[in-house]
């Protein structure tokens, strides 16, 4: 893969080539999220919308149709789409896992309340699926209405996968597929659709959407143990005291001797957590280097998602693609 300038990070790089496109997109956010009998609608969404987030699942459906030569309006409303089912999830995995910070401000149901969330959410996929049907492609309809399902459907089995500590490494890639890198292949590959692009190179977008958010995943999984609180714009250690069994954690215990074990049922499957507990989990990721390994797991899924873009036309955008495949996985450095 391509190496990314460090002082000018590809996410950036992909806004300043598509800024005219995203423009269109946050005009069309705000004039859709607009509600005349409800205010709080706009209210709780512009909370959100407006925190400073990378747009990056709309970026990347802008940048397929455009790098598969789409010179129509529509690729905007499928982008618009993609990040208001985005949303839609965030605010309701906040009453879910009842997070208290999201991008390092205080989330929606913290300072609304959780009911506000759950129905501002759900408005926020009915206005999805309004904005998907009025590009009249039956097919983008088809792989969103999936993706949201699929996206549902993962979170359902993190539920009852999460705290058993059974889970393998197999249903925590099912979990992931689903619940985050389904709304990144879906991205990308409606932009390929609506572009009419040739199947094969369609194929090529989903399977860079897909690599690119299994890689994003596992990456936040390591960033909850070893990043930094005010870089990641969450609480380090939130996982933890979730009870979330993600990847650093299932490798540990697929490791564990009897001791780390009764560990690990303790504080994840009881709930049972004691002060120094973090620490202690941390040292026994050490001792068996799962935290690495989570690591280059990430980085086989980078290198995944940049070598499906052979299939694609030679293109800036398609550099960029490449870049922000490699840059995901730096953050970790």
């Known amino acids: 893969m391509g190496r990314q300038d460090k002082t000018h990070k590809p996410h950036d790089q992909l806004a300043e080539a598509l800024a005219e ?14 509600s005349e009998h409800a205010p709080r609608i706009p209210e709780v969404t512009a909370h959100l919308v407006e925190a400073g987030g990378k747009r990056l699942r709309p970026m990347l459906t802008l940048a397929a149709a455009r790098l598969c ?50 129905l501002v959410g759900d408005y926020l996929f009915a206005r999805s699926f309004q904005l998907m049907t009025e ?26 996968a999460a705290q058993d ?43 860079y959407g897909d690599a690119l958010g299994v890689a994003f995943q596992m990456v936040d999984d390591y960033l909850d143990y070893a ?40 504080v994840i ?6 002060e120094g507990d973090l620490a202690q989990a941390m040292a026994i990721m050490a001792r068996h280097g799962t935290l690495e390994a989570t690591r280059l797991e990430a980085r086989h899924w980078a290198s995944k998602a940049g070598a499906a873009l052979a299939e694609l036309p030679a293109h800036p955008l398609r550099k960029m693609l490449d870049e922000l495949a490699d840059y995901v996985v730096a953050r970790t450095v």
């Open 69 to 118: 030569g789409y010179a129509g309006p529509y690729h905007v409303y499928l982008a618009a789409t993609v990040e208001f089912i985005h949303t839609a999830t965030l605010l309701h995995d906040d009453v879910v896992d009842e997070s208290a910070q999201r991008r390092g401000r205080p989330t929606a149901n913290l300072l609304w309340d959780n009911k506000s969330s759950v």
């Open 135 to 160: 590009t009249g492609n039956m097919r983008v309809l088809d792989i969103l209405a999936n993706a949201s399902a699929v996206i549902a459907e993962g979170e359902v089995l993190q539920l009852t």
């Open 227 to 266: 990043g930094d609180a005010g870089a990641i714009g969450k609480n380090t250690g939130d996982d933890f005291r979730e009870r979330k069994l993600t990847l650093p954690v299932i490798l540990a215990v697929a490791k564990a001797n009897a001791e780390e074990r009764g560990f690990w049922s303790r």
């Open 165 to 207: 500590l059974r889970t393998d490494t197999a249903v925590y890639l099912q979990v992931i597929r689903g619940k985050t890198a389904a709304l990144f292949s879906a991205a990308t590959e409606v932009g390929g659709v609506i572009a009419g692009a040739p199947e094969a190179q369609v194929r090529a977008l989903f399977t």
């Open 269 to 274: 499957e009881k709930g049972d957590q004691r």
């Open 21 to 34: 496109d995203m423009a269109a997109v946050n005009a069309l956010i705000r004039s859709r999220m607009a």
